[in-house]
Nanobody, 118 residues
Framework: QMYLKESGGGLVQPGGSLRLSCAAS???????????MGWYRQAPGAQRELVAS???????TYADSAKGRFTISRDINKRTIYLQMNNLEPEDTAVYYC?????????WGQGTQVTVSS
């Protein structure tokens, strides 16, 4: 499995933007390129939920709550995926986790906190 580390979380006001990054290590380029990559989030007292996912040669998938506001992308050479979050709402407050699935080999990051508040 890949080792994943998130960054870019923080405190923003409603309507603001953040870009989360997830750097993958202990992998080669072909493995990173072939893996299903995604972002999950978990709010206090709530279940962990899938926010967005991306795989090679397919369109990204988004949760209904993220459509039109969030964009997932990847940089193969940097072995990094991103989650651009725009027009943030207080309901987006959660710990965001990076996730990878390489033909059943699953990895999780440790999470980064996103807080949306005035």
């Amino acid at each position: 499995q890949m080792y994943l580390k998130e960054s870019g979380g923080g405190l923003v006001q409603p309507g603001g933007s953040l870009r989360l990054s997830c750097a993958a290590s202990r992998s080669i380029l072909s493995t990173f390129n072939s893996a299903l990559m995604g972002w999950y989030r978990q709010a206090p007292g709530a279940q962990r939920e899938l926010v967005a996912s991306i795989r090679h040669n397919t369109s990204p998938t988004y949760a209904d709550s993220a459509k039109g506001r969030f964009t997932i992308s990847r940089d193969i050479n940097k072995r990094t995926i991103y989650l651009q979050m725009n027009n943030l709402e207080p309901e987006d407050t959660a710990v965001y986790y990076c996730h990878s699935d390489y033909f059943g080999a699953v990895s999780w990051g440790q999470g980064t906190q996103v807080t949306v508040s005035s």
